[in-house]
């Protein structure tokens, strides 16, 4: 069977809950601090594992304290671990948490954000009929490697992640990895920074101008939308409480890449993709375990869990 291949980090997250973000000078104390296995590329790699869709992650694993944490942790998880780099440093992210959610980062990046080709060497690459990137790994040194990469295979489906450093991906770059026709996943703040549209449906449907390909976009409360090139598609929001926002995106992409490798248009995508972020953001840190993923599921409507039902 076919598989998607995940390109990107996997590194610590440290989680500090904060009342509010301190200004400068002010001090301010935590009310809690944890640890957990993050990383947008993992995160996302994270929900294609819990719906049984074939994968594998494409990540440097560093060493010093934050390479040990991240090596223990994908083993717990069952994760095949292809590129050991020991020798280099694995970064972390600190994710500060404010009361309400909101989550902001502060992140060190070590050998997990970069990407040769080499480190394909031991991935069966003639399976793969899908990739994910992030634009954090395109605005690192090494990039290029991944546009290159994804030039000599057209034949790829790209789900492409720009972040919230949308607009400090280098123009140039941006505009080779859009030409190479993904399928963008953003969020409302980057898409209208972006495309410097007033509207959602403007935004996406510029960007698509560009892709010739779908585009999705989280709403947060509202929900999400797509435009697949013909009709702008909605998904209603799931309720939830909101604990904390870290990994919302991320889970909202790999059940989106979960559900069309189960044969699901984009509308239905969106929707099912709704019911695992509302339940990423009902707990602390970015990851859902077994029992968390299986309540997210029996949520969903009847005629979603019936697709799934096959596999997971």
């Known amino acids: 069977m076919k598989q998607t291949l995940v390109i990107g980090s996997a590194v610590v997250d440290v989680i500090v809950n904060i009342p509010h973000l301190p200004v400068t000078g002010e001090d301010v104390h935590i009310s809690k601090q944890s640890r957990s296995l993050g990383g947008c590329a993992y995160l996302t790699s994270d929900i294609l594992r819990h719906f049984l869709a074939p994968y594998s992650l494409c990540t440097a694993v560093g060493g010093g304290i934050y390479g040990n944490f991240v090596l223990e942790k994908l083993k717990e998880r069952g994760v095949t671990i292809y590129v050991r780099r020991g020798e280099k440093e694995n970064g972390c992210c600190y994710c500060m948490v404010e009361e309400g959610g909101e989550r902001t980062f502060i992140v060190d990046h070590g050998i997990e954000y970069t990407f040769h080709e080499a480190y394909l060497e031991k991935i069966h690459t003639k ?17 290029t490697n991944i546009i290159d990469y994804l030039r000599k295979h057209p034949e790829y489906e790209i789900y492409f992640s720009p972040s919230p450093r949308i607009m400090k991906i280098q ?47 989280t709403l947060g409360e509202k929900g999400a939308y797509c435009f697949d090139g013909e009709k702008d598609l909605y998904a209603h929001p799931v309720k939830t409480t909101v604990v904390d926002t870290i990994g919302a995106g991320d889970s909202h992409m790999g059940a989106v890449i979960a559900a069309r490798r189960f044969g699901l248009g984009f509308g239905e995508a969106i929707e099912a993709a709704n019911y695992i972020s509302a339940a990423v953001v009902a707990k602390s840190g970015g990851l859902l375990e077994k029992e968390d993923f299986r309540n997210a599921l029996s949520k969903m409507p009847e005629r979603l869990q019936q697709k799934f039902s096959t596999r997971v």
Not at 133 to 142: A, D, K, P, R
């Open 127 to 143: 399976s793969i009929d899908s990739v994910y990137i992030c634009g954090l790994e395109i605005e690192e040194t090494t990039g």
């Open 171 to 217: 123009a140039e770059r941006m505009a080779a990895v859009l030409a190479l026709h993904p399928i963008v996943h953003l969020n409302e703040k980057e898409l209208l920074e972006f495309t410097n549209e007033s509207s959602v449906e403007g935004g996406a449907k510029a960007l698509h101008e560009k892709t010739q390909r779908p585009v999705i976009v």
